[in-house]
Structures are given as C-alpha cells and as structure tokens.
C-alpha cells in the first residue's frame, strides 16, 4: 500500500525549513492556521506569523505592503478563499506591482470533502492563470509540494501553489528536484498522453496501468507548473503520440485542460478530451465518492481515451 | 519664503522645519507650495482632458504639508530604506501625488503634461514600477489602505524609525478591507503607521451622507482602537499639528479626518460633484490657473 500523504502538511514543514533560511521571510494567515499547517511555522518563529483573522482580502494586500518592506510573504487560507474573494487584492495588488508574495492555498479541489460546495472550488487555476507574471504550480503529491512551496521563495515575484486538504498516495520521495516550468515524463508510450495535475497524476498512472493491459500505451505526464507552461515538451510528446487526454481535479473550463488545448488548437491540433468537473458546483461526501460522483476516476480517463482513439480511427 | 526654501536645500533630506521659530514664514511656504500643486493638477489633467480635479484640488494642502514639511525623504535616493512612506490610497487622485513628486524633485516638471497618455510613465493611477517616487500602485480603492498597514507592520519587524502615511477618500472608507485593516493596525498596535481621511462629503454619483453615510467618522474610527484627530484639512497650522501630535501618540496608530472641500482653490469647482472625475475644458483650464496665480505666489 502506497504511502498516503496531504499536501497541505507538506506547507507547514516546507515554512520552517524556509524560515531559517530566510530572516526576511513572514507568514499570514487568515484563521486556519490548524487546516492549513502554518501553525507549524508559528510555533516556530512567532514572531514572524501573523494572523488577520477571517479577513482574506486585508490578508492579501497586507502582504503587498510586507513585500514592500522587503519581505517574502507566504500567505494561508483555504483555496476558494484566497483566490476567490481576495482576486483582485492578488490581481491588482500583488500582481500588477509583482511583489514578491506566495499564495499557497490548501484545500483546493473536490477532494476537501464533506464541507461541500462553498469550500470546494475549481475556479482557482482557471482565476491564477489568467493574471499576467503569476506562476501557477499544482503539485502532485506531498514531496512535490514541499520542493515546489521552497522553490517559490526563489522565485522573484507572485506564485501560487495549490495545495489539497485529503491525503493521496505519493509517487515522488525526498530526493526529487522541483523544476518550475518543467512538464515532468513519468512513462513513455506511443498511442495517447495523459496531461494530468495534482491528484490526477496518480489517477492517471493508474489508468495507463490499465489502459496497457488493453493493449494501448499511454504516455504520462505531471504538468506541476501550469504556467508558464512547457509547451516544447508537450507539444513534441503530442506529435508523437497524435492524441491527447488532460485530466485535473478542477473545472475543465480555464484550468490545465484549457491551457493544452488553447496550445494544441493553434500549434499542433489533435483529438483532444478533458476530464475534470464538468461546469458545475460540489457537494458533500468522502473524497473518494466525490472523486467517482464527478467523474474523476482512471476508468473515467480510460473511458476519454477510448472515445478519442475511435475518433481520430474515423475515415476522414 | 526665499529663506526657508534656501534652509530646506541646505537641510537636505531632512525636510521637517519644525524647528523654524516663525510659523507665519512656514505657512506661507506651504501655501505657496500648495498652489503650486494645485496649478499643475489643474494643467495636467486640462492637456490630459481626462483626470480627476475635485479629490485632487481636496487634498493639495495635505499633500504639500507631507511633501515639505513632515516626511522624511530624499528625492535623489527614492529608494533611501530610512525613508517615510506616503501612499495614496485614493489613487484617482494622481495628479496631487505627481505635482508633489515634481516639485520635490522626483520626476521632470516636464512630464507633468504627459499625464495619461500612451508614452507616459504618469499612469492614470500611480504605478509604482513605473514613477520614482511612487510607494505604491493604488486605484482599486480600500488596497493600498490595507498595503499600508502591511508596510507599517514590515517597519516595525525591522525596527526602523520609518513612518507610514496613507491617503484615504470618504467615499472610499465605505470599502470593508478599510475596516479589516484598521482592526488589524490597532490590535498589533501600529504607531507608526498615520491615515488621512480626506473627508471632502463627496463622491462621484453625489454625496457621501447621501449614499452610504460614513458618519460618525471620529467615532468610528475611535471604536477600532485608533486615535482620532479632527482638523479643517485647508488649514497649515492644524495639518502640521495633527502631524506633530500622531508623532506623540504610542502603541495606536492615528487617523487624522480632514474636512476638506471638495475642487479647494477652483472657485467654479468647489463643491461641484461633476468635477470628482470631469477634466476642466481649455477655457476653463486657463481660467483656473489665472485664478490660482492671482491667489498668491507659486511655490
């Protein structure tokens, strides 16, 4: 049994490791410091946490203004908030100016679970993506997270790092190197390519798995930087392969889905499906129901996959 | 006035002048100071032909009063890390910010008339990337109210002796991030950080005690833990004084409610609620500076 790991406890961890690197490094929270693991960080350094209270908005532009004091600012809260309440303080406040703040939301996705519908979102890639300089990284295990938040504190300028409150099997370990901007090969194959990101690069995986006993071999990919994204890579495995499947644990309207297929339509158009929620609002329930009840299972990608291999075998 | 310019050039960065005996002397500096920004504002946005006068003209005497008197800055070392920090958190208010920053020597007078066009690094609101001298990018109301309170608590981590001034609009304080941060400023106890509420009653679909009262201010703000001081916002001697008594003021920060008049200084704009967001026309223009320049020597 794969070890099985949140990785929003990778974000605790990842802050103290980076708190005594860097001096100059502060941590906001917006009330969920037990949720998202930044108490690990304040118990810690104390003195550098700060919690705004149920205030997401002032917790944003509060960082801006940190920023400009010099300091980098990791900030907390749950995804749906802080992409989604506080945008524009991102957008026109941290971004515009390109301040040096670190969005890393956890409890992204359908996977939060039993809290439902207000506290799940898969707008939030779709909402990061879209705002100019803003580099948009959804890892895909607790390893990945844990390079990928230290990663940010290199890079000058706003990230945002999606983080998910269920534990989920692992794939990487502690060695693994977080490159950002690098779409990462996890298994060579000829007929498809699996994009996928988060959580759904296990499910994927898994998938493939399947999908060989089938006698098709799927080529799988973690696309864990979102933007910018590495079009060489995916391109070249596309043209390879001449099909492609994008799955992620958020809408399929703006997210990891949208970006490949706005790259392929304009540089190398091939069938193409998406899998991930299908325009509408969660609900309550255990992850892996919810997983099912949305469609997000390696059955759902296998069932994409067989739906594009008869396509494109169509005679023109 | 000659003097005192003089004895500022020789002071340097230090621009505080309170140790000046004659106040008289000092006053007649800043008003001077004043028309000036206020004649820039009134010919930047008239080339412009798009800006906003009426929260400009309102705050000119506030402005001048930070710029030439109370903060501590360097227009040759922008960046200096002991510096104030002023932040216009009513960012349409631009042009008061740029006529400052002009007159105290960050930019090029010159560039004053290249307001809001395409070539220009005067941006229609301040953008910091982009204008020495500009703290911060403001124009989405309430967020650089709230950057503010995030500087003044960096300041403090760092124990610097820097202070923080921010620039509020009435109509603005009706954004709830302005309420969010100011509870935060006051529970961690932010004494060096100083808001203005230019308290001008209007807006731009009219007045702010028609629309969305922000009354009663004082008490309000007094409630979320700041101190509050009450001045008329067109008068030297008690700008300088609430600045002066927010310097006394510990482990609280300050705002000071400024009444203020909307248009101040234009006698066909004061008071008028068109002019929150409406460029003068060409004739209107020449009829404001000529006005301005009959009131009294530019600074």
């Known amino acids: ?316 | 006035m000659r003097d005192l310019g003089s004895l500022r050039r020789e002071k340097g960065a230090i621009l505080r002048t309170q140790t000046i005996a004659d106040e008289q002397i000092l006053i007649e500096f800043l008003e001077s100071k004043a028309r000036r920004i206020r004649w820039d504002i009134i010919k930047m946005i008239g080339l412009a032909r798009s800006g906003h006068p009426g929260g400009s003209l309102s705050a000119a005497d506030i402005v001048a009063t930070l710029y030439f008197h109370e903060l501590r800055h360097k227009a040759e070392e922008p960046d200096w890390p002991e510096r104030d920090r002023f932040v216009l958190s009513k960012g349409h208010a631009a042009p008061v910010l740029y006529a400052a920053l002009a007159e105290s020597g960050y930019i090029d007078r010159e560039d004053l008339w290249t307001l809001r066009k395409i070539d220009s690094h005067l941006q229609g609101h301040p953008d910091m990337r982009k204008t020495p001298g500009v703290e911060l990018s403001t124009g989405s109301l309430g967020m650089g109210f709230s950057a503010s309170v995030g500087m003044a608590l960096g300041l403090k981590i760092d124990r610097k002796e820097s202070r923080v001034y921010v620039l509020l609009g009435d109509g603005e304080s009706q954004e709830g991030i302005v309420w969010e941060a100011s509870m935060f400023a006051s529970q961690h106890g932010l004494d060096n950080l100083v808001g203005i509420l230019d308290y001008n009653n209007m807006q731009i679909d009219g007045l702010v005690s028609e629309i969305v009262d922000i009354q009663p201010a004082a008490a309000k703000w007094t409630a979320f833990g700041w101190h509050v001081i009450e001045i008329d916002g067109h008068k030297f001697d008690e700008i300088m004084g609430a600045f002066k008594e927010a310097r006394s003021v510990k482990s609280k920060p300050s705002m000071i409610i400024a009444k203020t008049v909307k248009g101040k200084g234009v006698s066909f704009m004061e008071g008028i609620v068109d002019f929150h967001g409406k460029a003068p026309s060409a004739e209107e223009m020449e009829k404001a500076l000529a006005e301005i320049e009959a009131s009294g020597p530019l600074g």
């Open chain 1, 1 to 316: 049994m794969a070890e099985k790991r949140a990785t929003r406890e990778a974000y605790g961890e990842a802050l103290v490791e980076l708190g005594h690197e860097y001096p100059n490094l502060v941590v906001l929270e917006a009330d969920l410091a037990k949720s998202t693991t930044t108490i690990k960080f304040k118990k810690e350094f104390p003195d550098r946490f700060f919690d705004c209270g149920v205030a997401e908005q002032n917790m944003m532009a509060m960082a801006a203004g940190l920023a400009a004091t010099g300091k980098i600012c990791y900030t907390g809260s749950f995804a749906i908030f802080a992409t989604g309440r506080a945008f524009e303080q991102i957008r026109n406040t941290i971004s515009y100016p390109r301040f040096n703040v670190k969005i890393c939301p956890t409890h992204a996705g359908i996977t939060v679970g039993a809290d439902g519908a207000s506290h799940q979102t898969f707008e939030d890639i779709a909402l990061m993506r879209v705002i100019p300089g803003m580099t948009v990284i959804s890892p895909a295990d607790f390893y990945e997270a844990k390079k990928a938040i230290k990663k940010a504190a290199e890079i000058d300028g706003p990230v945002f790092v999606r983080l998910g409150r269920a534990a989920v099997p692992t794939i990487f370990d502690d060695s693994y190197e977080f490159v950002p901007g690098k779409a990462i090969k996890l298994q060579e194959g000829s007929d498809v390519t699996l994009f996928a990101t988060g959580v759904m690069v296990e499910v994927c995986l898994q998938a493939a798995s399947n999908l060989k006993e089938q006698g098709v071999n799927a080529e799988v990919f973690n696309i864990s930087t979102i933007k910018p994204l590495d079009e060489k890579a995916i391109i070249e495995s596309v043209m390879k392969t001449g099909r492609a499947v994008v799955a992620e644990e958020h809408s399929i309207i703006g997210g990891l889905g949208s970006a490949i297929a706005e790259l392929l339509s304009s540089e190398c158009p091939v069938p193409l499906a998406r899998v991930g929620i299908r325009d509408l609002f969660g609900r309550s329930g255990e992850p892996e129901e919810l997983m099912r009840y949305y469609g997000l299972t390696h059955i759902d990608i296998s069932q994409a996959v067989k739906i594009i291999m008869d396509r494109s075998q169509r005679p023109k």
